[in-house]
């Protein structure tokens, strides 16, 4: 199994090779979101903003708003170097450039104080997921502690070219319950048993 740093490299080159997507792109794999029932079980939803190649899910967090269900998004805390989530009732309004360049909440919004299963579930990007749950992140950890403490739904979002037969896994990383492509649903092994349970 090739390591961390070689897939990086190999799933950048590949996203590179594909070019910068446009927002029609990604409609069919918004539409396979609205159609994960597991995902409409919930009212409180953290997802987040693109940065680079990332499916750009803003028309589905808008719907999300629309209708009166809560959505959180990361922010980076850079007096605690870690991220967290507050809440937004509009993207355009309640967002800002970050730390990072990325869009995020505005610091003037509360943060929101996570319990093990607020939020209800989570869109979470990656640069890489295997269709066993584990997520290739950027080599920071900043979504792996994000997500440690939560119980809660985890859906991977990424391209189908994102997807790979194998990914290492160290101890720290947090595994999908499911990932959802522009072509599939993938129902990790985890998920699958708690929906059995």
Known sequence: MKSKVELRQQI???LSD???TSPREFLPLLQNLRNLKELWAVQTLAAYLP???EPDLRTFLKEWLLDKRRLLLPRYDSSAGCYELAAVSDIERDTVRGYY???EPS?????????ADTPGAWLVPGLAFSRTGTRLGRGAGYYDRLLAPSTALKIGVCLD???MTGIPLQKHDVKMHCIVTETRIVKCQELAGELAQ
């Open 12 to 14: 950048k080159q590949k």
């Open 161 to 163: 070219c994102q997807l």
């Open 51 to 53: 940065i680079g190649a």
């Open 101 to 103: 360049g990325i869009l």
């Open 107 to 115: 610091p003037l919004l509360y943060k929101v104080i996570l319990s």
């Open 18 to 20: 594909l070019g910068r």
